[in-house]
């Protein structure tokens, strides 16, 4: 029987030249797999060079429904922000492709599975956690961690040397990674973190000095908390993110220049492009302020942090994340509403939002006439919720060396009043 791998394949430089490499170094019979998550071109003429450069078999899976469903809107509505500004896109779509290849590998009786990921990133662990999660059983190899290639010139050369058909942009700058919800930006000059980005390096958002001069509003539908209209228009989750993409890119909204810490403990400099995401997440978290409480808000922000952690080092597939989900989930039961937003410069300008669930009681808040809320009641509540700090107060008082009341009986502190004034 053959040894089968089952290889993450791209198409580009690194794994091209895998390909080549498994079937030398372990004699492998070698299935390619890639998945479409949105990137340019989706899967167009990957098969045919999977095939050229020595796959025995090609797996194209479209998959960009199953990622926005399962992956983006599940931590869209936990509210995960890694290092303050990522919106996490690279890292969910790894679980993604991983358990789909975890799937042909099986399908196919493969032994082992293999990704092109680098021992300095995160995208290995990412993808090794799944296997481990899916399919303890398969071998993993990972050739960067075990072949004598260190840098792309070499992976050029040895191409080269094994006649190995890639197509490679000399002139290229930045790697980058790109689906349904974002595209990123790295290496290159980007390496140095004083270097400012030229205006040339964005590929979706407009520049938000040269977006429309008049704004545009844009209102945003979401049910139990999870996206599902724009402007009015119900839709299901793939064609929504597509739509609200495209209206943010064109007014620059969704730039993040970001200084992050690896998995492996350096720290990395990206750029990142998250137009309708950064709309979606301000829209849904401005909506949260409506229909939740303010111990919900808080439990949902201390979930927020652990998720984003969750997703950024690729333990997706866990039952720690079964069971945060199923605490946002019901935190969200009523996050039903619409949020409008105002568009201008780069910017999300939340102007109104509606629920049915709203807690905003406007006969409690107003400041007119129609006030339901009675001011008297404040004074219990404050002497109450006061009460720690005037036993700290009346404790520090007594124990001043300086005081000339510290040398009197200590008097025992006021915690009971007569409470003059009707309540209700």
Known sequence: MSFKVVLAYSGGLDTSVIVHWLRDQYG????????????????????????ATGGSAFYGEDLRKEFVEEAIFPTLRSGAVYARKYLLG???????LGRRQ????REVGAQAVAHGCTGKGNDQVRFELTYAALAP?????????????R????????ARAHAIPVEVDETKLYSRDENLWHISHEGGPLEDPGYEPDADMYQWTVDPVDAPDQPEWVELGFQAGTPVSVNGESLDPLPLVEAVNEIAARHGVGRADIVEDRLVGMKSRGVYETPGGT?????LQELEQLTLDRRSLALKDELAVRYADMVYEGRWWTPERAAMDAAVNALLES???TVRLKLYKGSAQVVART???????????SFGNEAQYDHRDAQGFIRLFGLPSRVEGDRQRRSAPDSAEAEAEPAEPKLHETYSTPIG
């Open 28 to 51: 492998a019979d070698v299935i390619c797999m890639a998945g479409d998550v949105g990137q340019p071109g989706g899967l167009t003429g990957v098969g045919e060079k999977a095939l």
């Open 90 to 96: 690279t890292s969910m779509a790894r679980p993604i």
């Open 102 to 105: 975890v799937e042909v590998a």
């Open 137 to 149: 059983e398969l071998d993993v190899i990972a050739p960067w961690r075990e072949w004598s290639i």
């Open 151 to 158: 840098s792309r010139e070499d992976a050029l050369a040895y």
């Open 279 to 283: 709309m979606l997440y301000t829209a």
């Open 335 to 337: 996050t039903t509403g």
């Open 355 to 365: 629920s049915p669930s709203s807690l905003y009681d406007q006969g409690l808040a």
